[in-house]
């Protein structure tokens, strides 16, 4: 089993920036591919980025390309998810995700054993 731990959201104007960590717990070697999702209130979870297990492969949603970034620190059981030129439309809960076996970047929630609780992240306009 392994368990996340999102670090705390926060409420930040439209232009600044705030950055996430997820702390990973447990057999965490058996989870080589790391991503972050969010869910916007009526809204379906959506995809934001994911990364893998040496930090060299990165997949991004366009939605947040060039203004979002992930990075890992292995020897931290770390992820984190730094987000510059925040828009309102990036309110949403931030959760996440980890993925057990086969070091594969998908952007498909199912595709991914073990989620975080989740964080609020609120972008004032």
């Known amino acids: 089993q392994v368990q996340l731990q999102e670090s705390a959201g926060g409420l930040v104007q439209a232009g600044g920036s705030l950055r996430l960590s997820c702390a990973a717990s447990g057999r965490t070697f058996s989870v080589p591919t790391m991503g972050w999702f969010r869910q916007a209130p009526g809204k379906e979870r959506e995809f934001v980025t994911s990364i893998n297990r040496s930090g060299s492969g990165t997949y991004y949603a366009d939605s947040v390309k060039g203004r979002f970034a992930i990075s890992r620190d292995n020897a931290k059981n770390t992820v984190y998810l730094q987000m510059n030129g925040l828009k309102p439309e990036d309110t949403a809960v931030y959760y996440c995700?980890?993925?057990?076996?086969?070091?594969?970047?998908?952007?498909?929630?199912?595709?991914?054993?073990?989620w975080g609780q989740g964080t609020q992240v609120t972008v004032s306009s």
């Open positions: 995700a980890a993925r057990k076996s086969v070091d594969f970047l998908t952007s498909t929630a199912t595709q991914y054993d073990y």
